[in-house]
């Protein structure tokens, strides 16, 4: 079965410009949920999607977006590039009908540096 | 004061040490309790899943919750260099039974096992 697949693996951008990072879950999972990864705050919720409606939201800047198409696979976009935003950026794969034992599939994640 | 708070380590011990990993939480909310192991250049995998107070083993790993002490650990026995990663401590608050949840993470304590 093939895992969660991030693309692009790495990225430069230049302060000011948006970026579109993509991630393709599991077949068969329809809840894929981001998350930012820094040395500075470790691992944080950015959203969750769910059938292509975000279901759940962290605490970040309205920069900070993402959508889902019908095939699950889930976008994220960050506009107005800034310095703090170079991160690794995440998502991870879950049925999204079960509870919170049901494990969550990561992808190996979008490093992204802005510049 | 973060909601979850890790030791970040670095953490060095000889090859068949055992190992304790922790982590506290200040938010009594949180029910679940979930530790992950990222390797270096990949996403998070889940290694152990809690609910309650108490023990849970799963080969050389056992996982204990102490609610009130809002506290958790990690022990890994009889250490093997291929357990070289960083771990990372991570919580969920009231699960509304819809299949939604966020996770709460630690930073990470990197571990280094010597062979």
């Known amino acids: 079965k093939a895992g969660v697949t991030q693309t692009p693996r790495y990225l430069i951008k230049t302060r000011g410009q948006q970026v579109t990072l993509s991630c393709s879950p599991i077949s068969g999972h329809r809840s894929v949920s981001w998350y930012q990864q820094t040395p500075g705050q470790g691992l944080q919720f950015l959203f969750e999607?769910?059938?292509?409606?975000?279901?759940n939201k962290g605490n970040f800047p309205g920069r900070f977006s993402g959508r889902q198409f019908s095939n699950s696979r889930s976008e994220m976009n960050v506009s107005t590039l800034e310095l703090g935003d170079s991160a690794l950026y995440l998502c991870?794969?879950?049925?999204?009908?079960?509870?919170?034992?049901?494990?969550?599939?990561f992808g190996q994640g979008t490093r992204l540096t802005v510049v | 004061q973060k909601e979850v708070e890790q030791d970040p380590g670095p953490l060095s011990v000889p090859e068949g040490a055992i190992v304790s990993l922790n982590c506290t939480y200040s938010?009594?909310?949180?029910?679940?309790f979930m530790w992950y192991r990222q390797y270096s250049r990949k996403g998070p995998e889940l290694l152990m899943y809690?609910?309650?107070?108490g023990n849970k083993e799963d080969g050389r790993f056992t996982a204990q919750v102490d609610k009130s002490s809002k506290y958790i650990s990690l022990f890994i026995r009889d250490s093997q260099p291929s357990d070289s990663a960083t771990y990372l401590c991570?919580?969920?608050?009231?699960?509304?039974?819809?299949?939604?949840?966020?996770?709460?993470f630690g930073k990470g304590t990197k571990l280094s096992v010597i062979p």
């Open positions: 809690t609910y309650s107070s």
């Open positions: 938010n009594s909310a949180f029910q679940y």
């Open positions: 999607y769910f059938s292509e409606t975000q279901r």
């Open positions: 991570a919580m969920i608050s009231a699960y509304s039974g819809a299949g939604s949840y966020q996770l709460t």
């Open positions: 991870a794969s879950s049925l999204g009908d079960r509870g919170p034992g049901t494990e969550a599939f």
